[in-house]
C-alpha cells in the first residue's frame, strides 16, 4: 500500500498535505503525533473512509477509488477509534459480521467462518461473552470485541485506530503483543495509530512521526525516536534512552514541574 501526493480535507479545512507514504508489506508501522495532526485522518484514507481531495492510495499499484468495495473488504480491515455497534447485538453476532466480505449468496456460513470467528474470541479473550449484548460490556470489553471482530475478517492488511483506547495497561499489552503475533506467525501487513510513543517505539518496525498533517521522519525505531524529534513534533523536553527489556528507544520526560523555593 502506498499514499502519493495525498491531500484530505474536511470542506475547507485541508488537514493532511500532499503526503507520501509506502506502508511496508508483511511489517508493523506505527503511527504517532501530537493530537489533530493527521494520523487518524490518514489511516481513514488508507481504509477508503475518506476520499482524497487531491493525490491517491495505492493497494497493488491500484488506486482504492478503482476497486470493488468487496474486494477491498477482503484485502483491508479497518477498526475506527469510535466504532458504533447495532443496539442490543450480541458479541458473537457482531464478531460474524468480520466475516460478510468473504461470504457469497450461494454459501450464507461455513466451517471456515465459525473457526475464525471463535478462533478471533478466543486470542482476544472474548469468548465467554459470545451470548452478552455489545452495549452491555465495559469500554475495555467492547473494545475487545471490535478488535476480535477486525481479526474475523482475515484480512492481509490490518488498520488499527488507536486499538488500546479504554484498555487498561495489562489488556494494552496483550492487545499490541496480539498485532505482533498476527504480524510474525501470519505476515499480517499491520499499520496502526498510537498515543504513547513509548508502546509505538517497543512494538513497531516501521515508525511514521507526523506533525501538522505532513510526514515530519519515518523508519525504524531507533533512527526516528531522538531527543531533537520528541521535541519538534510534540514540544516535550525529554531523555532517550535504551528500553531495559527490548531496547528500544524510552522517552524519559524531563523533570515535574516543582514549586520554586521559599
Same mark, same amino acid.
Given at each position: ?27 508493523? !508501522? ?37 476497486? @470493488? !468495495? ?6 483491508? +480491515? ?14 458473537? $453476532?457482531?464478531?460474524? #459480521? ?26 482476544? $479473550? ?5 451470548? #452478552?449484548?455489545? $452495549?452491555?460490556? /465495559? ?24 486499538? !488500546?483506547?479504554?484498555?487498561?495497561? /495489562? ?25 504513547? &510513543? ?8 516501521? &515508525?511514521?512521526?507526523?506533525?501538522? +498533517? ?11 525516536? !531522538? ?16 528500553? *531495559?527489556?527490548?531496547?528500544? @528507544?524510552?522517552?524519559?520526560?524531563? @523533570? @515535574?514541574? /516543582? *514549586?520554586?523555593? /521559599?
Amino acid at each position: 500500500m502506498r499514499a502519493r501526493e495525498l491531500t484530505l480535507a474536511y470542506d475547507d479545512r485541508t488537514v493532511v498535505h500532499e503526503l507520501d507514504l509506502a506502508i511496508p508489506d508483511g511489517k508493523v !508501522t506505527v503511527i504517532v503525533g501530537p493530537n489533530a495532526c493527521g494520523k487518524s485522518t490518514t489511516l481513514r484514507a488508507l481504509g477508503r473512509l475518506l476520499k482524497p481531495s487531491g493525490g491517491s492510495v495505492l493497494l497493488d499499484g491500484t488506486a482504492l477509488a478503482q476497486l @470493488p !468495495t468487496k474486494r477491498i473488504a477482503q484485502q483491508i +480491515g479497518l477498526l475506527p477509534q469510535t466504532p458504533v455497534a447495532p443496539e442490543a447485538i450480541t458479541v458473537a $453476532d457482531l464478531v460474524g #459480521r468480520g466475516r460478510q466480505p468473504h461470504q457469497r449468496w450461494w454459501q450464507q456460513w461455513s466451517e471456515a467462518d465459525e473457526r475464525a470467528v471463535r478462533e478471533a474470541m478466543e486470542r482476544t $479473550d472474548v469468548a465467554t461473552l459470545a451470548e #452478552r449484548a455489545v $452495549d452491555e460490556l /465495559s469500554g475495555g470489553q467492547r473494545q475487545r470485541v471490535w478488535i476480535a471482530m477486525a481479526l474475523a475478517q482475515d484480512t492481509e492488511l490490518l488498520l488499527l485506530d488507536e486499538p !488500546t483506547t479504554y484498555l487498561d495497561i /495489562s489488556h494494552q499489552v496483550e492487545v499490541l503483543d496480539l498485532v505482533r503475533q498476527l504480524n510474525h506467525e501470519r505476515g499480517r501487513t499491520v499499520v496502526v495509530v498510537l498515543h504513547d &510513543l513509548n508502546q509505538a517505539a517497543r512494538y513497531a518496525d516501521h &515508525l511514521v512521526a507526523m506533525k501538522a +498533517g505532513r510526514v515530519v521522519a519515518e523508519g525504524a525505531p531507533a533512527e526516528v525516536v !531522538t531527543e531533537e524529534l520528541v521535541r519538534e513534533v510534540f514540544g516535550l523536553d525529554c531523555t532517550v534512552v535504551p528500553d *531495559p527489556v527490548t531496547g528500544s @528507544p524510552l522517552v524519559v520526560p524531563g @523533570p @515535574p514541574w /516543582s *514549586p520554586p523555593a /521559599s
